[in-house]
Nanobody, 124 residues
Framework: VQLQASGGGLVQAGGSLRLSCAAS????????VGWFRQAPGKEREFVAA????????YYADSVKGRFTISRHIAKNTVYLQMNSLKPEDTALYYCAADLQRSLAAHSMEVYDYWGQGTQVTVSS
């Protein structure tokens, strides 16, 4: 499985961005895809995840109500729509694939494959 994250950029506080995670090698309908982020000097943290069936969505408390994870099966792509962005959302955003279908979607350790990051910078 290969993952390609894109869509990052510079945006003012209150603005929106949509990140994309294009997958290849295996259908996203067969594994969980998660989004994580890492700000300078901080540990990588969970943001959101969508399970293989699409039936379960998970969000970090800090993004609930502002971010939405979705997917397009035919395009084999998972999206992260980010609205009402705040300066504290500034980070390198990564997508990852959990092929074992663990229920611990919040945990980095369960993810087998990672894409390269895409930078999101929110100015105040």
């Amino acid at each position: 499985v290969q993952l390609q994250a894109s869509g990052g950029g510079l945006v003012q506080a209150g603005g929106s961005l949509r990140l994309s995670c294009a997958a290849s090698g295996r259908s996203i309908a067969s594994y969980t895809v998660g989004w994580f982020r890492q700000a300078p000097g901080k540990e990588r943290e969970f943001v959101a995840a969508i399970t293989w069936s699409g039936g379960r969505l998970y969000y970090a408390d800090s993004v609930k109500g502002r971010f939405t994870i979705s997917r397009h099966i035919a395009k084999n792509t998972v999206y992260l729509q980010m609205n009402s962005l705040k300066p504290e959302d500034t980070a390198l955003y990564y997508c990852a694939a959990d092929l074992q279908r663990s229920l611990a979607a919040h945990s980095m350790e369960v993810y087998d494959y990672w894409g390269q990051g895409t930078q999101v910078t929110v100015s105040s």
